[in-house]
């Protein structure tokens, strides 16, 4: 369960509970890939926050989500658990996909995680293709994708955009801008200052929001969800963000500066500026904070010693769970068109 009712003050806590235990993990991601711990490739989300926290606070039991390359904040976000997500980053047995997919292949169909997508845009068409299964069977939740700014330049995710809107899909695009795609700089990649105009091209609301205030996020996507579940459509939403860390862990990051890492990180971080808030609204107090920043940091200890201590997966079993043998609903379908449609299968 994600739903978070922003609305409370119990909602608030739990979204600054949230975005303090996407941190933690994400740090303890970033001491250990150093240490040589975890093997692979590793991209961090610190900055982001409130856009994984936001959104996935907005959606309730039963809806899916589509993630990146950067996931780790999308997955806490959406309920997984740290302990089993970090065993999977370490390659081991009881990690989330039994460590056979690290960081940027994991996946919860009990949560409603439709899977992190190392191939840049391929969140929107999956995304896209969940919401025809909600379309087609008249069901009553949404789908999400998130797509990074740099995605947006990609086909795949036109198409997606293009047939969301056209057949009018239950489908929220969140596209987190944080000015780059790997060392490219924002407006070296696009002519337009916000992503969010091109919903113009398809006919559907372009909404920006600061993606640095997670209550902001969360009423842009519960607004869209809405809009999704009264076939109204998809909504194209620009969520402006910033990541801390490089592309990936071991960037050297010549493309930008300390001092605009240092301004974000001082000025507009979303759970320290959130936190503020909440302390000057009475809400919260520096001590309560604290005590939230070291219950977040003894989950993380504990996934730690988890990941740690965990099994290897067994190399025997690496081509267990990658191929399934057929799936009822689509030999269904197959059936019911060979029926309706003889002319289908001369294609
Ligand atoms: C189809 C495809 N092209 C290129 C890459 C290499 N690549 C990985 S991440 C990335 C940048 C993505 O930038 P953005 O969408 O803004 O996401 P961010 O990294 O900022 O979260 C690129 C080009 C890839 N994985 N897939
Ligand atoms: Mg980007």
Redesign the pocket.
């Known amino acids: 369960m994600t739903f978070l009712n922003i609305d409370s003050p119990e909602g608030r806590q739990e979204a600054l509970e949230k975005m303090l235990l996407a941190r933690a993990f994400e740090d303890t991601v970033q001491d250990q890939f150093a240490d040589g711990e975890i093997p692979g490739f590793v991209?961090l989300?610190q900055g982001q926050e409130a856009v994984a926290v936001g959104t996935c606070g907005a959606l309730r039991e039963g809806d899916y989500i589509t993630s990146?390359?950067?996931a780790h904040g999308h997955s806490i976000a959406k309920g997984l658990e740290p302990d089993r997500l970090l065993a999977e980053l370490y390659g081991k047995e009881p990690g989330q996909c039994r460590g056979k997919g690290g960081s940027m292949h994991v996946a919860d169909l009990d949560q409603g995680m439709l899977g992190a997508q190392?191939?840049?845009?391929a969140s929107a068409p999956l995304a896209m293709g969940a919401g025809i299964t909600a379309q087609y069977g008249n069901e009553d939740w949404i789908s999400l994708a998130f797509?990074?700014?740099?995605?947006?330049a990609?086909g795949q995710v036109h198409e997606s955009f293009n047939l969301a809107a056209t057949w009018g899909l239950p489908v929220v695009f969140v596209i987190?801008n944080?000015l780059?795609?790997?060392g490219m700089v924002f407006d070296e990649q696009h002519n337009i200052e916000d992503l969010a105009d091109m919903s113009a091209s398809y006919g559907v609301p372009g909404v920006v929001v600061d993606g640095q205030d997670v209550e902001a996020v969360h009423e842009a996507v519960s607004e869209a969800r809405q809009r999704a579940l009264e076939d109204e459509g998809p909504t194209i939403i620009e969520a402006k963000t910033y990541?801390y860390r490089g592309?990936f862990e071991g960037d050297q990051q010549p493309y930008r500066s300390d001092e605009e890492i240092e301004e974000w990180r001082d000025e507009r971080d979303p759970i320290s500026n959130f936190a503020r808030k909440l302390i000057e609204a009475g809400e919260l107090t520096e001590s309560g904070l604290e005590e939230l920043r070291e219950t977040a940091e003894a989950k993380m200890a504990d996934a730690l010693e988890f990941a740690r201590k965990a099994d290897e997966a067994d190399a025997d079993e690496a081509y267990e769970d990658v191929f399934v043998e057929t799936v009822p609903e689509i030999e269904q379908h197959r059936e019911r068109l060979a029926r309706e449609q003889p002319h289908w299968g001369e294609y």
Not at 118 to 121: A, F, K, M, N, S
Not at 147 to 152: K, L
């Open positions: 991209h989300s990146t390359h950067r190392p191939i840049v845009g797509i990074g700014d740099g995605a947006v990609e987190e944080n780059y795609s790997e990541r592309h």
